[in-house]
């Protein structure tokens, strides 16, 4: 079964740093693109930012600063290094896998489960 695992979600203050972490099971996904999306209570999910396989990056704009999306191939691993952290960016972090570097969530057919990032004021 294909699976990607997000990994380092929490409670923590406004104005600390979190990195996030996803690593697939069942498939390497080496080709693919991966992305880290969000969704907060009450609201649709949301793109934050994904990365090729050759290290190329793509943010959205409110997420382009504060967020840093990074990924090492030898060990499959895509991280999210999120600073500064705002009440704002409590969300379940899901982490996901296409064949495109784009924002559009129905272009990416691998979902992981999502890591809840709780920031208190």
């Known amino acids: 079964q294909v699976q990607l695992v997000e990994s380092g979600g929490g409670l923590v203050q406004a104005g600390t740093s979190l990195t996030l972490s996803c690593i697939p099971s069942?498939?390497?996904?080496?080709?693919?693109?991966r992305g880290w999306f969000r969704q907060a209570p009450g609201k649709e999910r949301e793109f934050v930012a994904a990365?090729?396989?050759?290290?190329?990056?793509f943010y959205a704009d409110s997420m382009k600063g504060r967020f840093t999306i990074s990924r090492d191939n030898a060990k499959n691993a895509v991280y999210l290094q999120m600073n500064s952290l705002k009440p704002e960016d409590t969300a379940v972090y899901y982490c996901?896998?296409?064949?495109?570097?784009?924002?559009?969530?129905?272009?990416?057919?691998?979902w992981g489960q999502g890591t809840q990032v709780t920031v208190s004021s």
């Open positions: 996901a896998a296409g064949p495109s570097l784009v924002a559009d969530r129905g272009r990416y057919p691998f």
């Open positions: 069942g498939r390497t996904f080496s080709s693919f693109a």
């Open positions: 990365v090729t396989w050759s290290g190329g990056t």
